[in-house]
């Protein structure tokens, strides 16, 4: 395949990305996180590299150190649920228990220590979500090692304030846990652009990165086994101290190691060889240089001839011969499959905010959010009630802490081919379906439907994460990505604020029955789920029609060989 011919695969799949009501510009569009784009102040954004300009070593180990600090820092506040045991059994907040003859106990936890308990993780987790916004900022404008030496620095100051939170004369628990929250976006999503470092191994680096960052919960579920070996000597503030040195070994790598620009996607790379060949058709007849000296015409134009030719077996070499044809196949077949896809793209992020296609899925994803953080956040205090006994209520806590990366991980590649081969109605269906099961499956009072409930939750968490990251790319299109999904998952993550609420009805309306709140959320879901469902199913089945017009229409405008078409000549 000729490097023109690759150009053309790629431009063809960037023109779609542009969607139906505008032109493809040269090149191709670069996903951005920046929330904000054009509202604001233009600044002069970190210039991207090409993977072929870093030895192929090093690149090797930038995918393995990202890997390594992901796991242990990207999202150890989501394995709260093994840490809470610890949290209790250290007296955190159990001055709060004064008035209910708990004081001094620390196995069971009053109203007041738990509500505080959940409100910290729930802090922790609405501050991932809305702070996701400035990240992607940060990360267009300044690169991903001014972002994860940010993230390193939060991190660090989380895990001072957490370890001596009980020397303070204010909450340190609460903000330094949401420190530590706010590190993991930080860290995490700057090391995305490295999937570009191997562009034909780029699924198999996302899936490295996800994986670990799934498996980040699962931290805090070591500290506790080690706390519990050591007979409770392995205080909180002696493990977070420790832990110092995980954000202090991510600064050193940022500076020794790590990339402090992004890396070209394959679409960068192959524009600009393009670019080089439309300077040489259209720039030359009026290029200053040129235009008092033609003389210098031949040796400019062989000059830039040698260094696109270098640059293009550059690209070849990394790509491999096929790799470009590959990667516009593949996005072909995804665009096919989804049924959905460029829907909104071209259109404005205030055109699809206003869209029922942001309002439905917004709002699916403020019920669901909601209902897998205040899962992780009491498990153990539902199942208490439940089963109607402690030690089976640990035992299915003890199971989640191990599933829950587990089963992140676990499930990396069959999201991955669920995403790509089946159409977004049947993905926001199964999700429906899975969360309406996770939903009845948690109100039984049985051991078998509690380890069923909590298997399902542990592959659904994840998959309903990326299914909503690659709706919002299918439907609202790569160019306004950062504004549109950021603008979700910050108002999905305000409502978190609500577990406060839910945590006072269960404890002080149904008397730590559950139940009712669990059928609520499960109620919204259903119908906010099926109302979704509806309005994609319904929409793919016009937008088909759309394309089967348009093929129709550019079908008539093709003559059959030996035809001759009557212009209106005279008889």
């Given at each position: ?50 993977a072929f300009e870093v030895s192929k070593l090093k690149r090797i180990f930038q995918v393995i150190i990202a890997t390594t600090y992901c796991l242990l820092a990207a999202g150890v506040v989501f394995g709260y649920a093994a ?489």
């Open positions: 395949m000729s490097l023109a011919e690759r150009i053309s695969s790629i431009e063809d799949y960037d023109a779609f990305q542009h969607g139906r009501r505008g032109s493809s510009p040269a090149g191709s569009l670069r996903l951005s996180f920046n929330p904000v784009g054009a509202l604001a102040q233009p600044i002069a954004a970190a210039e991207p590299v090409g840490l809470k045991p610890v949290l209790v059994r250290e007296g955190v907040y159990q001055e709060l228990c004064k008035n209910d003859g708990l004081e001094g106990k620390r196995v069971h936890t009053c109203y007041e220590q738990e509500l505080r308990l959940n409100l910290m993780f729930t802090t922790a987790a609405v501050a991932t979500n809305v702070f996701a916004l400035p990240v992607g900022t940060i990360l267009d404008k300044y690169g991903p090692r001014v972002s994860a030496v940010v993230g390193s620095i939060l991190f660090a100051a989380g895990c001072v304030l957490f370890a001596l939170a009980w020397r303070l004369p204010f909450d340190g628990y609460i903000l330094g846990y949401s420190l530590i929250a706010l590190g993991g976006p930080f860290i995490f999503i700057p090391s995305f652009q490295l999937s570009n470092t191997f562009p034909n191994h780029s699924g198999l680096i996302l899936s490295m990165l996800t994986g670990a960052f799934d498996s980040s919960s699962a931290v805090f579920l070591l500290y506790r086994m080690i706390y519990e070996q050591s007979g409770g000597s392995f205080r909180l503030q002696s493990f977070f101290l420790l832990y110092l040195i995980v954000p202090l070994l991510i600064l050193l790598s940022q500076f020794l190691v790590m990339p402090s620009h992004s890396y070209k996607t394959v679409g960068e790379l192959v524009a600009e060889v393009e670019e080089d060949l439309y300077e040489d058709a259209e720039v030359y007849p009026i290029d200053p240089e040129t235009r008092n000296d033609p003389a210098l015409i031949p040796s400019i134009v062989e000059e830039r001839r040698a260094h696109r030719e270098s640059v293009a077996n550059e690209i070849t070499e990394l790509l491999g011969p096929k790799g470009s044809e590959r990667h516009a196949q593949r996005e072909e077949t995804k665009k096919e499959n989804s049924g959905v896809w460029g829907a909104l793209h071209g259109y404005t992020a205030v055109e699809q905010i206003r869209s029922p296609w942001f309002v439905l899925i917004t709002l699916f994803t403020v019920v669901q959010m909601t209902r897998i953080n205040y899962f992780v956040a009491t498990i153990r205090r539902q199942y208490e009630f439940l089963l109607g006994d402690h030690g089976k209520a640990v035992r299915i806590n003890s199971f989640f802490d191990v599933a829950l990366p587990l089963g992140g991980v676990a499930a990396v590649p069959f999201i991955g081919l669920i995403l790509d081969n089946m159409s977004t109605p049947f993905v926001l269906t199964l999700l429906v379906a899975m969360a309406t099961a996770i939903g009845l499956l948690g109100v039984l009072p049985y051991m078998w439907a509690a380890y069923a409930n909590v298997l399902l939750f542990v592959i659904y968490r994840p998959l309903y994460y990326t299914a909503v990251s690659d709706y919002a790319a299918k439907v609202f299109g790569f160019q306004t990505f950062g504004k549109v999904y950021g603008l979700i998952i910050c108002l999905s993550g305000l409502f978190n604020f609500s577990q406060s609420a839910l945590d006072a009805l269960t404890h002080k309306v149904f008397h730590h029955d559950p139940r009712p709140v669990d059928l609520l959320l499960l109620g919204l879901a259903v119908v906010v789920g099926s109302g979704l469902v509806g309005f994609v199913g319904v929409k793919k089945k016009a937008l088909r029609r759309e394309m089967l017009g348009e093929e129709a229409e550019g079908a008539r405008e093709i003559l059959m060989p030996g035809a001759v078409r009557d212009y209106g000549a005279a008889e």
